[in-house]
């Protein structure tokens, strides 16, 4: 199962390389504009924000509480 993103990918080992490779710049970004200091520590919105701010050029459920189940089925 490859979960529904915006680079409309099918392949999960692809995914999974492009998610892996987007979200560590953004990390950087968070880090090197000083972003990563301005978030409110150990709570949902501080989470949150760094889960839009790592995924949201991926998904369109970055940094929202989901009301799918997306783990695996087997």
């Known amino acids: ?3 529904e993103n915006k680079l409309e990918i099918e392949n999960s080992a692809e995914l999974a390389r492009l998610e892996e490779q987007i979200s560590k710049k953004k ?3 968070l880090f090197e504009n000083g972003q990563l200091f301005q978030i409110e520590v150990g ?3 501080g989470l ?3 889960h ?3 995924f ?3 998904y369109d459920f970055a940094g929202k509480i989901r009301d ?3 783990a695996n089925q087997r």
């Open 1 to 3: 199962m490859v979960l």
């Open 27 to 29: 990390a950087a970004q």
């Open 43 to 45: 709570t949902f919105a």
């Open 48 to 50: 949150a924000h760094i």
């Open 52 to 54: 839009q701010a790592l």
């Open 56 to 58: 949201e050029d991926i």
């Open 68 to 70: 799918v189940n997306i």
